[in-house]
């Protein structure tokens, strides 16, 4: 219907190319070409939302094939929503990357392929697309989180290499034997296909189970999670942000695509024991995510183990199978991205001012950054789902939803979490705002509080020119405003979480008519 929802996925990867064709002759090209895709992104986001709005979900033929065998792209008020947040986080994290780095060609032609990979999974029609899309935002990740220049950057990039690969392998192995067992690909086709094999083949469970885990792996629900804490703390800040608002957030996605487009809540009333399975694996991920969380004294550990739990309250509450609990879910993801990059943001900011990004570091800090301070508060409370923010809307859904259907452990593990969520929230602002300051070095302090702020930062391995410059220089307007963005972002999407509400509804009302 309109090419715009193809070019979301095409301009950023040619503008990825622009550094590598033209970075020798100017070097400030890939800011420059990322910011240039960004705003474009945007503009394509809005095209394809006004045209969801006003006629309702629409499909796309690449190149004019039809499906099953042509690219079907598709769009719908979910996706549209996803795409929408995808050019918000891109536009912001293009703005903070200027000051606080990596401020680099390569950095910017990876940010702009992950844009692209991550743009395709939420608007791709089929399992195959899929999968090349979770691959591109796989390499761009790796290579990402290997910005670090450390030690533990790059071994960081390799675990999350070796993992992701397994992950990755396992969704094309599932893929396949829904291929095997039905000859299409095609989401809509499969939905159409799969009840006539017969939902208790064992072709079609096998598939469904590798499929789950291993988008499992990419959302990082537990023990499946290795891999991101040590990718998140061991990034650059600007990379930690990017990644934590939408890589796990595009593999949740592609889960709730998988269960509701794909296998459809029949298939939950046909073999129940799959979601149930489900469920507990997102069970479990909220309680011990939740609970190593509270264990962390690094606040960007502390934040990726948070990541943890909340992805497995959104894939509880895809697993739940009632339109409640998965609206509660949609809600969840896409304010648990705006707030978590927020989160990852305001931390490398005020680490920056503290000299170090310990909890013990963050001593009286409100006194010397009082605006991003209260920003990072309001955020945390947001994230603990204090009303009216987008956090309390999203977790009232989805424990509205479990207790609809039926799931009384689901409801009990939401508030668990969210009990747990304000104790490691609650001892950081405590510090933040009733502790004082530590006092300063005699000798060369500024020199030294940026040395320890990088040596901390950087996951106590060697300092680096970005880090050390930020700790220097203090909090950027960039990351200030982005910080303050994030908390009223937060907030206005929850008083209007009911406008967020009709626009997934159409979405939803067609999977549980």
Wanted: aromatic share 10%.
């Amino acid at each position: 219907m309109t090419d715009a929802i193809a070019l979301l996925v095409v301009v950023p990867i040619v503008l990825a190319l622009a550094p590598i064709a033209f970075g020798r002759l100017w070097g400030r090209t890939g800011w420059l070409a990322a910011l240039v895709a960004a705003v474009t992104h945007l503009g394509l986001a809005l095209v394809v939302a006004a045209t969801v709005f006003a006629t309702g979900r629409f499909t796309y033929a690449v190149g004019n094939y039809p499906p099953p065998f042509g690219i079907e792209l598709v769009a719908d008020g979910v996706s549209a929503t996803l795409a929408l947040l995808v050019s918000v986080v891109t536009l912001a994290v293009v703005a903070y990357a200027r000051r606080a780095g990596p401020d680099t060609n390569e950095f910017y032609s990876g940010l702009l392929l992950l844009t692209a990979g991550i743009s395709g999974v939420f608007v791709t029609g089929d399992l195959f697309n899929l999968y090349v899309f979770i691959e591109i935002t796989g390499l761009a990740t790796y290579a990402l989180v290997a910005t670090g220049r450390s030690p533990a950057a790059a071994l960081s990039s390799l675990k999350y290499l070796l993992v992701g690969t397994i992950g990755a392998s396992l969704y094309l192995l599932g893929v396949g034997y829904l291929y095997i067992s039905t000859g299409t690909l095609n989401m809509a086709d499969l939905a159409a296909t799969i009840p006539e094999v017969g939902y208790d083949s064992p072709l079609i469970l096998t598939g469904f189970g590798l499929i789950v885990v291993g988008l499992a792996v990419k959302a990082a629900l537990f023990p499946l999670h290795t891999w991101q804490p040590d990718a998140y703390a061991d990034s650059p800040d600007s990379v930690t942000a990017y990644i934590s608002a939408l890589v796990s957030t595009a593999a949740a996605y592609a889960l709730f695509r998988v269960i509701y487009a794909v296998f459809t809540p029949a298939f939950d009333a046909a073999a129940p024991f799959a979601l149930d399975a489900l469920v507990i694996l997102a069970s479990v991920s909220v309680v011990v995510g939740s609970v190593l969380a509270v264990l962390q004294s690094d606040l960007k550990r502390m934040l990726a183990y948070s990541s943890v739990a909340q992805f497995g309250l959104i894939v509880a509450g895809f697993a739940v199978a009632n339109a409640t609990a998965v609206t509660g879910g949609l809600i969840h993801l896409v304010g648990h991205a705006i707030m978590k990059a927020g989160l990852f943001v305001g931390v490398g900011a005020l680490a920056g001012v503290a000299g170090g990004r310990t909890v013990d570091d963050f001593d009286g800090i409100a006194d010397r950054a009082p605006v991003t301070s209260a920003a990072f508060a309001a955020l945390a409370f947001a994230l603990v789902g204090v009303p009216p923010a987008v956090g309390f809307a999203g977790k009232w859904h989805i424990v509205l939803g479990a207790v609809e259907g039926g799931r009384w452990g689901v409801a009990g593990v939401a508030v668990v979490s969210t009990l747990l969520t304000l104790a490691y929230f609650a001892r950081v602002v405590e510090r933040m705002y009733f502790r004082d300051a530590p006092a300063q070095p005699a000798v060369d302090g500024t020199a030294e509080s940026a040395s320890d702020a990088a040596l901390a930062s950087d996951g106590g391995a060697e300092l680096t020119d970005d880090d050390a410059a930020s700790a220097s220089s203090g909090i950027s307007l960039e990351a200030k405003l982005i910080v303050v963005a994030a908390a009223v972002g937060a907030v206005v999407l929850g008083l209007f979480a009911t406008d967020l509400v009709a626009v997934f509804e159409p979405v939803l009302e067609v999977y549980f008519e």
